[in-house]
C-alpha cells in the first residue's frame, strides 16, 4: 500500500484506538509526527519508499540483508520497538502516551499490508507465512492499483472528518456524551484527570431549566455544578435530568482541608471567605448564628455539604446556664429492694424460730407434769424429735452487709453529684465570661485560574 495510505490510515487508526485511553493524537504536532512516522517506519527496508528515499544509508542495508516485507514488517519488531520507546518516554518524562501512540500507529502500517495480496509475516523470524486481511484474495487489494488505494484514501479520509468529536474528546468521554445521563456523568467525573464543565437540562414539575457550570461533584443520582456565583443541585430525587453533557477544561481543582481548634468567629470567617466549601462540620462552646444558603439559625454545632460562604455571628446576649440533673446510682434501688425481701424473709425465718421454741418449752412443761409413764415416754419421744428438728436460721450477717453496701454506694453517690454540680457551675460561670470558640475542619475547592 502507498505512503498517502499508510499516512492518512495510520493517523485515523491511531486516533481512534488512541482515544480509548483519552489520548488525542491530533491535539499536539508531536503526536502527529510521531504517529506518520511510526506509520510509515515499516517501509525503511524498500529504498524507493518515501522514508526509504529519506533515511536511504538506513534503508539499502536492510533491504540487501532482508529484503522487502520480513523483519520490519513482524510484530517481534514491533513489540521490540515499542518497548524501547516505552523506556525511553519513561526515563525522560514519566507517561506512556507517545509509546501508546507509535504502537498503534506501527501496527497500523502491518494491519493495512495484511489487507494486500502478498500480506506480511506477522511473526517473522518464526515463521514466514504471511498474514492477510481476509482470507480471500479477491476481496484484497493489490499494491499500485490506483483506484483501489483512491478508494480507501477517500474512506480514510471520511473517517477522519467524521471521527473528529471522538479524536477531540476520547473515545469513554464521547460515549459518556452520546448517552447523557446521570449515570455517564458519574463515570466520566470518574476517570477525569481534569475540571469537567458540564451542560444540562432538567425540569421540576412544568418549569424547565437549563445552563452549564462546572461539575465539583458526581454520583449516579446527584450533581454538583458551579454557575457563576451559585451552585446548581441536579438531584434526581427532586428533578427530572433530562441531559447531561460533560466537557473536558484542562483546568485541575482539587480539595484542601483546613482543621481548626479554638478560634474565634472573626478567624473562621477569614479562614471560610470566599472560598467555595465543599465540607463544614464546626460545633462551638457556646450558641452562635450562621447564615447560610439564604438561611440564619442558632446553632451549637453546625456541618453542611457544598456552599458558597456562610457567615458566623457571637450570641452576645446571657447564655442559657446548663441545669444541673441529679444522677441516682442505679444500683441503690436494686439493692434496697434486696434488702427488703431478706428482711421479711429474716422476719419469718424467726416467727418460725420463736414458736419452735415456745413448742420445745411446752413439751417440756408437760413431761414435768405428767405422771404416767406411758403418757410421759410419748411425751419424750416427741421432745427427742422436735429438738433434732433443722430449722431455717435468719441471715441476719447478710442483711448488715446489703445495709453496709447501700451506705457506701449512697456515699459515692452523693460525693460524685457534687463534682459534677460544681464542674457544671464552674462551666457556667466561664461560658458567662468566654466568647465563642470554634472547633471543626473545612474543606474548600480550589480551581486553577478561578
Not at 480471500?136 to 487489494?141: E, Q, S, T
Not at 480507501?152 to 473515545?171: D, K, V
Not at 466549601?277 to 460545633?283: E, G, N, S, T
Not at 460524685?416 to 457544671?424: H, T, V
Request: with cysteine.
Amino acid at each position: 500500500m502507498r505512503a498517502p495510505n499508510h499516512i492518512i490510515g495510520g493517523l485515523v487508526f491511531t486516533g481512534i484506538c488512541s482515544s480509548l485511553s483519552g489520548v488525542n493524537v491530533f491535539s499536539s504536532p508531536m503526536y502527529m509526527g510521531l504517529a506518520v512516522g511510526a506509520a510509515l517506519l515499516p517501509d525503511i527496508d524498500h529504498p524507493k519508499s518515501l522514508i526509504g528515499t529519506l533515511l536511504k544509508p538506513i534503508s539499502v542495508p536492510i533491504n540487501r540483508r532482508y529484503g522487502h516485507r520480513t523483519v520490519t514488517h513482524s510484530g517481534v519488531t514491533l513489540v521490540v520497538l515499542t518497548l524501547a520507546v516505552a523506556v525511553i518516554e519513561k526515563l525522560s518524562s514519566g507517561a506512556n502516551s507517545l509509546a501508546l501512540v507509535f504502537f498503534f500507529a506501527y501496527f497500523s502500517h502491518l494491519m493495512l499490508d495484511m489487507m494486500t495480496l502478498q500480506g506480511v509475516p506477522l511473526l517473522y523470524p518464526i515463521t514466514k507465512n504471511p498474514f492477510v486481511i481476509p482470507g480471500n484474495p479477491g476481496y484484497r487489494i493489490r499494491t499500485g492499483d490506483l483506484r483501489a488505494e483512491g478508494v480507501m484514501f477517500c474512506l480514510f479520509l471520511s473517517l477522519g472528518l467524521f471521527l473528529r468529536p471522538l479524536f477531540e474528546h476520547g473515545f469513554w468521554t464521547s460515549y459518556n456524551r452520546l448517552f447523557g445521563t446521570m449515570q455517564h456523568l458519574y463515570l466520566e467525573f470518574q476517570r477525569s484527570e481534569d475540571l469537567l464543565e458540564v451542560r444540562y437540562l432538567a425540569h421540576k414539575g412544568s418549569l424547565e431549566f437549563s445552563g452549564k457550570g462546572f461539575c465539583l461533584e458526581a454520583s449516579p443520582g446527584r450533581a454538583v455544578l458551579l454557575q457563576g456565583d451559585s451552585l446548581v443541585v441536579l438531584d434526581k430525587a427532586e428533578v427530572v435530568v433530562k441531559e447531561v453533557e460533560p466537557t473536558h477544561t484542562g483546568r485541575k481543582f482539587f480539595f484542601r482541608e483546613h482543621r481548626f481548634v479554638g478560634i474565634g468567629a472573626d478567624s473562621l470567617q477569614q479562614l471560610i471567605g470566599k472560598h467555595i466549601v465543599a465540607r463544614l462540620d464546626v460545633a462551638a462552646n457556646r450558641p452562635f448564628l450562621v447564615t447560610a444558603n439564604g438561611f440564619t439559625a442558632e446553632q451549637r454545632r453546625f456541618e453542611s455539604g457544598f456552599l458558597l460562604g456562610a457567615v458566623f455571628h457571637e450570641l452576645h446576649d446571657s447564655v442559657e446556664a446548663e441545669v444541673f440533673v441529679y444522677e441516682p446510682n442505679p444500683r441503690i434501688p436494686v439493692l434496697r429492694e434486696q434488702l427488703r425481701s431478706l428482711r421479711r424473709e429474716n422476719r419469718s425465718r424467726a416467727e418460725v424460730v420463736a414458736r419452735h421454741a415456745q413448742r420445745l418449752g411446752a413439751l417440756e412443761a408437760e413431761l414435768l407434769a405428767e405422771r404416767d409413764m406411758v403418757a410421759r415416754e410419748a411425751i419424750y419421744q416427741e421432745l427427742v424429735i422436735e429438738r433434732k428438728r433443722k430449722l431455717p436460721q435468719p441471715g441476719f450477717d447478710k442483711e448488715h452487709e446489703l445495709q453496709v453496701e447501700i451506705a457506701a454506694l449512697l456515699e459515692q453517690e452523693r460525693a460524685k453529684n457534687a463534682r459534677q454540680q460544681e464542674a457544671l457551675e464552674r462551666r457556667n460561670r466561664e461560658a458567662e465570661l468566654q466568647p465563642a470558640s470554634f472547633t471543626g475542619y473545612l474543606t474548600t475547592v480550589e480551581i486553577e485560574g478561578l
